[in-house]
């Protein structure tokens, strides 16, 4: 390969790594996986016959998606002996990058973007199966036409059709309620974060439905609750426990930053990422509390925000 063909091949694989990027995330729900998921695609686009290749996108796509299918087959026995609940990896955003194609979004396009790299919305898909969640993701988050997921998925368009409304139903059962305002969300992460450093139980409550939970996902060590935690009442009781802990060391940092299209709270210790709180807003106040404290799922967050 020539080193002119090679800058060609190169470009349009880089072109169209963004939603490359955006499937094996949204497939996997772990950064690594879709990192490793996009290099394998780019070795096989590397060693393709690109004159065979009439639409490279399309080509790009149905191999991600198939490695993501194969790698995502894998992980679903190792995440059912997973200790205490699983929750994906958080992912960095800015108006979601991961998610913009070659197209301009409008408003409403980048709410829809923004809710399906959700971690409320991740955590629904891992309910579905493989093949429906290939489906999901590439329609319902990239539009694309039922005959070419089809084609990616080599099965018939009449199969397709039944697999996303099948998922479309299983979501829309469990969907989560979702904020769409950006400031509302901002502000109530504040006063979140601020009333936990505080031990403040009743400016915790002030921010939490009544019917609150706090989902936790930590390994290796790391404490948290094995077991959700349900309530207002006890929500804010344990985050006003440990909370003002953290704030007394010095070692401790904490900040706000975007991640899975909406704000969250890093705190860091000696400068490593610690926990990460994301928070599912609806109704003007926080129905779920995501705390994230797996290293492995932290690690990549050192310089995020900053």
Known sequence: MTADLTDAVTEVFEEHRPVLDGVAYRMLGRVA???????EAWLRWSAADHAQVREPRGYLVRITTRLAIDRLRQAQSRRESYVGSWLPEPLVTDLDPAA???????????????????????????????????????????????????????????????????????????????????????????????????????????????????????????????????????????LAAVGPQGAQDPAFGFRLLELNGGPAALVTYDGRPDVVFSLDVADGVIQTVYLIRNPGKLAHLEDAGE
């Not at 996986?33 to 290099?39: F, K, L, M, P, T």
């Not at 936990?196 to 790391?222: H, I």
């Open 33 to 39: 996986d879709a990192e490793d998921v996009v290099q």
């Open 100 to 238: 913009v194609t070659a197209q301009q979004h409008d408003g409403a396009d980048r709410v829809v973007l923004s809710e399906s790299v959700s971690l409320a919305m991740l955590v629904v898909l891992e309910s579905l199966s493989p093949l429906e969640r290939a489906v999901f993701v590439l329609r319902e988050a990239f539009g694309f036409p039922y005959a070419e997921i089809a084609g990616t998925l080599e099965r018939s368009e009449a199969a397709v059709r039944q697999l996303a409304g099948r998922a479309r139903r299983h979501v829309a059962e469990r969907k989560p309620r979702f904020e769409v305002d950006p400031k509302l969300r901002r502000d109530l992460t504040e006063r979140f974060l601020k009333a936990a450093v505080e031990g403040d139980v009743q400016g915790l409550v002030s921010v939490l439905a009544p019917d609150v939970r706090m989902v936790s996902d930590s390994a290796d060590g790391a404490k948290a609750p094995r077991r959700v935690i349900l309530g207002s009442g006890k929500v804010s009781r344990f």
